[in-house]
């Protein structure tokens, strides 16, 4: 996630929950969370019982997971294009054409599903919305 700022302005409570935070959403464990932050791994427990760090390390996991949907985004015509080589490669092996064609269907599908149920979630809005100004 990048360094944690260290100047005197940053308590050194905020510095060992953005450490705990940026090296458990890198996957570590909660030991090595506790080495990285120089705590105990009881803090590392506390602070993960804690709702105000659960809603840090929510907002933060959101910021990460929009940053990869962001960077996925940006490659889905690559994607895409490698699908459709393997599957009209008609020199590739039968199995990889069916599985590139499968997935294709499969992604394709899911998307349009995602846009039906944004939709849906937009129309709904509307309606509590309208109902609200009643």
């Known amino acids: 996630m990048g ?3 260290t100047s005197p302005v940053t308590s050194r ?3 060992v929950r953005a450490i705990v935070i940026s090296t458990l959403l890198a996957g570590s464990t909660v030991e090595a969370a506790a080495t990285a932050a120089k ?3 009881k803090t590392i427990t506390r602070l993960l019982a804690d ?3 659960q809603r840090e390390f929510a907002a933060a996991e959101t910021q990460v997971l929009s940053q990869a949907i962001t960077r996925l985004t940006s490659l889905a015509d690559g994607f895409i294009g490698t699908l459709a080589g393997i599957a009209f490669d008609a020199a ?3 199995n ?3 599985q590139a064609a499968k997935e294709g ?3 394709m599908l899911k998307g349009a599903e995602l846009l ?3 939709k849906d979630v937009e129309q709904l809005k509307q309606i509590a919305a309208s109902m609200g100004n009643r």
């Open 105 to 107: 269907l499969s992604a």
């Open 39 to 41: 705590v105990n791994r």
């Open 96 to 98: 990889a054409r069916v």
């Open 51 to 53: 709702p105000d760090f």
């Open 13 to 15: 409570s905020a510095r």
């Open 92 to 94: 590739a092996p039968a």
């Open 3 to 5: 360094d944690v700022p």
């Open 116 to 118: 039906r149920l944004v």
